[in-house]
């Protein structure tokens, strides 16, 4: 039976800017970088702790005609603080699908951000 979401992949162009963007931008960490057997492609994960947790996996060179949206619709990082990530972003001159942050009616708070292949990245408040 599974348990929880272990990783989310998503295919990309050039896996050293996604890595560089998803450290700097995102604040996480590479945990895990190897060839696959095949001797073409190239994964990478990242996540934000060292334990067990969801993470991200960047694939290089399974294809190289990716959507204009990326591979998968949206990530969704869950964050404390919404305002202080969307002024991050900023200053970081990420590229904005939202203009402001969202207010959804039950208070949850969200913006969407594009990835270095188009891929959408939501932050996301409770």
Do not use: C
Not at 59 to 79: D, F, M, N, R, W
Not at 111 to 118: A, L, T
């Amino acid at each position: 039976m599974a348990k929880r979401i272990d990783h989310t992949g998503i295919m990309v162009r050039d896996i050293n800017a996604s890595i560089t963007f998803y450290e700097e931008v995102l604040g996480m960490k590479l945990k895990d970088r190897i060839t696959h057997t095949n001797g073409v492609i190239e994964l990478a994960f990242l996540g934000f702790e060292d334990g067990p947790e969801t993470e991200i996996e960047l694939i290089q060179g399974y294809s190289s005609e990716l959507p204009a949206e990326g591979k998968v619709h949206h990530i969704a990082l869950l964050t404390d603080d919404i305002a202080a990530e969307y002024t991050k972003a900023e200053k970081m001159n990420a590229k904005f699908i939202d203009e402001e942050i969202t207010t959804l009616p039950n208070g949850y708070r969200y913006f969407y951000i594009e990835g270095p292949d188009g891929e959408w990245i939501e932050f996301f408040q409770r």
